[in-house]
Nanobody
Framework: VQLQASGGGLVQAGGSLRLSCAAS????????IGWYRQAPGKQRELVASISSSGSTYYSNSGKDRFTISRDNAKNTVYLQMNSLEPEDTAVYYC??????????WGRGTQVTVSS
């Protein structure tokens, strides 16, 4: 399975972005997927995740502002991010949630929020 994150960019504080995670491979629809982010000088952290059946989880960073969703027919997971803050500036990645489903992290997609 390969996962490709896209949709990042430069946005002003208070703005919105929608990230997409396109997956190749047959196991996508049966795997929980997470959105992660890594800010400069910080460890990578889980922001949100969605199970194969659509159950969602949000970290405190994303709660109430981010919405994760998936379209199994398109092998794609989305992260809608609203009310963005400068603290959300990071490289965002998508990957499997369970250790056995983690694949190559790839380049991620850069999100920069200006104040």
């Amino acid at each position: 399975v390969q996962l490709q994150a896209s949709g990042g960019g430069l946005v002003q504080a208070g703005g919105s972005l929608r990230l997409s995670c396109a997956a190749s491979g047959s196991i996508f629809s049966s795997s929980a997927i997470g959105w992660y982010r890594q800010a400069p000088g910080k460890q990578r952290e889980l922001v949100a995740s969605i199970s194969s059946s659509g159950s969602t989880y949000y970290s405190n960073s994303g709660k109430d502002r981010f919405t994760i969703s998936r379209d199994n027919a398109k092998n794609t997971v989305y992260l809608q991010m609203n009310s963005l803050e400068p603290e959300d500036t990071a490289v965002y990645y998508c990957n499997g949630l369970l250790p056995s489903t983690i694949v190559s992290w790839g380049r991620g997609t850069q999100v920069t929020v200006s104040s």
